[in-house]
């Protein structure tokens, strides 16, 4: 059964503080992972998308990588800020249609 | 990307009666999908919406209970039926576009309180 779990439940940090968000997976036979963002009561906003022939992809102060043999992938936010403030998913795919998520982070970013 | 619109985007409702959900995107797409998340728990997906025949539904979800349509490619609806507290949830609609390396995009939600 493929298990996604994501380390640490939550985080709370000084405004400016470099971080890093944990996800492993227990089947290393992935299509693709996803990060997403979902703030309190919304939906969910696509950060970053890695393919699994892919170490890693970026954009802004957002940097995710992928380790495929490990089952384990890393969000890294730099320099974080009081809007970074909202709960982090990571999701596996494996198929056609079979998506994974992770119980999430809860990240806030104190002022 | 995709836009995703859902409507409502919240409801209360009695015990016993019956919601139905859309989902409205702005492009086509092939594959669509709906999930459930319960407070504080998160995503379950309940069944791909597939256009012009049945949607096909994980285990726990049943159609008599999360009946789906899906009339066209940018279209379709979730009802939640003979709703019980228990399925106070968010419910939300996805798409996988293809054409953007299979990257899955996320309607705002509906969150659903049953009382």
């Known amino acids: 059964k493929q298990e996604v779990t994501q380390i640490p439940a939550a985080l709370s940090v000084p405004e400016g503080e470099n971080l890093v968000l944990n996800c492993s997976f227990t089947?290393?036979?992935?299509?693709?992972l996803q990060w997403f963002r979902q703030d309190p009561g919304k939906g969910l906003t696509s950060l970053l998308l890695?393919?699994?022939?892919?170490r890693e992809q970026t954009s802004g102060r957002l940097n995710a990588s992928l380790d495929k043999s490990s089952g384990r992938s890393t969000l890294y936010i730099a320099a974080s800020q009081p809007g970074d403030s909202a709960t982090y998913l990571c999701?596996?795919?494996?198929?056609?249609?079979?998506?994974?998520f992770g119980s999430g982070t809860k990240l806030n970013v104190k002022p | 990307s995709a836009v995703i619109s859902q409507k409502p985007s919240r409801d209360i409702c009695q015990r016993g009666t019956s919601l139905t959900i859309q989902c409205q995107v702005d492009?086509?797409?092939?594959?669509m999908f709906w999930y459930r998340q319960q407070p504080g728990q998160s995503l379950t997906l309940i069944a791909t919406?597939?256009?012009?025949?049945?949607?096909?539904?994980e285990s726990g979800f049943v159609i008599d209970k999360f009946p789906i349509s899906r009339p066209n490619l940018t279209f379709s609806t979730l009802t939640v039926s003979n709703m019980s507290p228990e399925d106070s949830s968010i419910y939300l609609c996805?798409?996988?576009?293809?054409?953007?390396?299979?990257?899955?995009?996320f309607g705002p939600g509906t969150r659903l309180t049953v009382t």
């Open positions: 999701a596996v795919r494996y198929n056609f249609n079979k998506f994974y």
């Open positions: 492009s086509q797409v092939t594959m």
């Open positions: 089947d290393s036979a992935i299509y693709n």
């Open positions: 890695i393919q699994s022939s892919q």
């Open positions: 919406a597939n256009q012009g025949s049945e949607a096909t539904y």
């Open positions: 996805s798409v996988i576009m293809t054409g953007r390396n299979y990257e899955q995009y």
